[in-house]
């Protein structure tokens, strides 16, 4: 057994220090060469056209694999911090804890991923306290924009540390808890060695809003239209959901969900005794027969996602649900960054049907954000009055920004790690005393591949420069006895310069290309391959001012 002099207590987070989202974060007690572990949340981020072909990326794990891990615990539902179990927890196993809202959502996502009778999954009630060996882990009610949402009081030999998951100060939640402020006074009486805490708003001033707030804005607007009304929102905010139901009810219609998240995320709130005491819900055939004004589709894709409910409504090829001219679409959701195309494409096509837009923008009620703004940071330092801050999901600027709010309230110690670096807490002053091996992996195509996998690179470049086929077949001599074919793939042509032409012309160049090898060089597939695709590469910038990926196939006869 270690001396106690010689155990730390560290931190790493290896996802949600570069980035708002894909949260993977670890805290490790002992001595440097035997600490044993917990796992704070497991997430995902999203592709964008950065990453073509690439919808989900999950954190890289590798640093945790063949650590003593005694436990992984949950903060909350949202994908960026569950997200991930799928993908990783084969390379983390470990057993998991979480609230009863968020178990019943882990348990569909392994059962999708064919891992649920693997995985041993702890119910912890809300309010409740998980030993893990080193680590006494209480469960903290806070509020957020999701059903149960938690911080973590970890509790080890070396101090407290407050790790608030993401939160708001929300005094009319709707549904669940206000947060258990009393709690973390008790804590901070007891003594925060750190606190570990959401940067998503610190550029905001004031507070985040209400949930309340919503409620009342939505019934008024809901309760003052007339014909088909759709609502996007996040699924998972289930507040929401119950706001927009009764709002619709209120006014005399009924509510038919559409896209598979509202079903998903309806069974888990109503399996923890929400949604209680509302009508059915109509079917989106039964919704067809029924009259425009007493109808209000509650509907996914919010943020413009090419496969969900009112993407495929807009572009009518929804096999139920249509939307015309007279009807409304209220986006009672933010704009997630670097989906602002996306939803203005959206919104574009529906206006477009005839459909009237209603967001935040223009009515500010229907939405409030589910992160803390300035003056609610500002009360949750004064609460909790940590020894060291450690800011976290956000962008560099939130954490930078955030440790000095920090330093404002008089927090004696900041420290702002990235990805991959691990922070000693205690004993002694924090610091970054290690950097260990971390990144992004891409879910590619069923397959988790690195970031800067071969793959995707070629994509990328196809892409951006298109993509040059050319087969042909040489004799035993080498000699050259078929047509060239040369075939484009994202290549434009017009009048004046038509592709076919361009074509023809390429396949002349590829048959100088071979003409110029001798000897052994003619036997050598690859230095035949190389010497097509450095002439066409050349071509092509001259014609198109690119540099295509060129596919050569040689046939030998």
Aim: hydrophobic share 40%; proline share 6%.
């Amino acid at each position: 057994m270690s001396k106690t002099q010689d155990n730390e207590l560290v931190f790493l987070p290896l996802g949600g220090s570069n980035e708002i989202g894909m949260n993977l974060n670890a805290y490790g007690y002992g001595p440097a060469e035997d600490r044993r572990w917990i796992v704070v949340d497991v997430g995902v981020t999203f592709g964008d056209n950065t990453t073509p072909g690439v919808d989900v990326i999950v954190p890289d794990p590798t640093y945790l694999e063949g650590e003593e891990i005694i436990g992984i615990v949950l903060t909350h539902a949202h994908e960026d911090h569950i997200g991930a179990l799928g993908w990783l927890w084969p390379r983390i196993k470990a057993p998991l804890y979480a609230t009863p809202f968020t178990a019943f959502l882990i348990r569909e996502k392994l059962r999708d991923a064919g891992l649920l009778d693997q995985v041993t999954i702890h119910e912890v009630p809300l309010g409740g306290t998980i030993d893990l060996g080193p680590f006494q882990v209480e469960m903290v009610t806070i509020t957020h924009s999701i059903a149960e949402p938690n911080g973590l009081a970890i509790k080890t030999p070396l101090g407290t540390v407050l790790h608030t998951g993401d939160w708001k100060i929300d005094n009319d939640p709707i549904v669940g808890e206000r947060t258990d402020v009393d709690t973390i006074r008790r804590l901070g009486d007891e003594g925060v060695l750190a606190m570990v805490c959401d940067s998503t708003n610190v550029f905001q001033e004031g507070v985040a809003g209400s949930e309340g707030e919503v409620k009342e804005a939505l019934a008024e607007l809901i309760g003052g239209l007339k014909g088909r009304v759709a609502v996007g929102c996040f699924a998972s905010n289930v507040a929401r959901m119950d706001s927009v139901i009764r709002a619709a009810e209120a006014a005399g219609r009924r509510v038919v969900l559409a896209g598979r998240s509202m079903h998903r995320i309806t069974a888990a709130a109503k399996s923890v005794g929400m949604l209680s005491d509302l009508q059915p819900f109509l079917s989106e055939e039964e919704a067809r027969i029924w009259p425009a004004d007493q109808i209000l589709y509650l509907c996914t894709g919010s943020q413009g996602e090419p496969r969900a409910a009112l993407s495929r409504v807009a572009q009518g090829d929804h096999p139920f649900v249509r939307l015309g001219p007279g009807d409304h679409c209220i986006f009672s959701s933010r704009v997630i960054p670097g989906n602002e195309l996306a939803i203005g494409r959206l919104q574009d096509t529906l206006s477009d049907r005839g459909v009237r837009i209603y967001t935040d923008k223009d009515h500010p009620g229907i939405h409030v954000s589910g992160h803390p703004c300035r003056d609610e940071l500002r009360q949750m330092y004064q609460w909790a009055r940590p020894r060291i801050a450690v800011p976290t999901h956000g962008m560099r600027r939130h954490i930078a920004e955030h440790a000095a709010l920090a330093r404002e309230m008089q927090v004696p110690e900041t420290v702002t790690p990235r990805n991959g670096d691990m922070v000693r807490l205690a004993p002694g002053p924090a610091a970054i005393v290690d950097e260990v091996p971390s990144g992004r992996l891409f879910v590619d195509g069923g397959m988790l591949v690195e970031e800067a996998g071969e793959a995707l690179k070629e994509r990328r470049h196809a892409a951006s420069n298109g993509v040059l086929i050319v087969t042909f077949a040489l004799d035993r001599r080498g000699k050259i006895v078929s047509d060239i074919d040369v075939r484009g793939i994202g290549l434009p042509g017009d009048e004046d310069t038509p592709l076919g032409d361009v074509l023809d012309d390429l396949a002349e160049r590829a048959e100088q290309a071979v003409l110029k090898l001798k000897g052994e060089a003619l036997e050598d597939e690859t230095v035949i391959e190389q010497a097509v695709a450095r002439a066409l590469k050349k071509a092509s910038q001259g014609v198109w001012s690119r540099r295509p990926i060129v596919e050569t196939v040689v046939l030998r006869l």
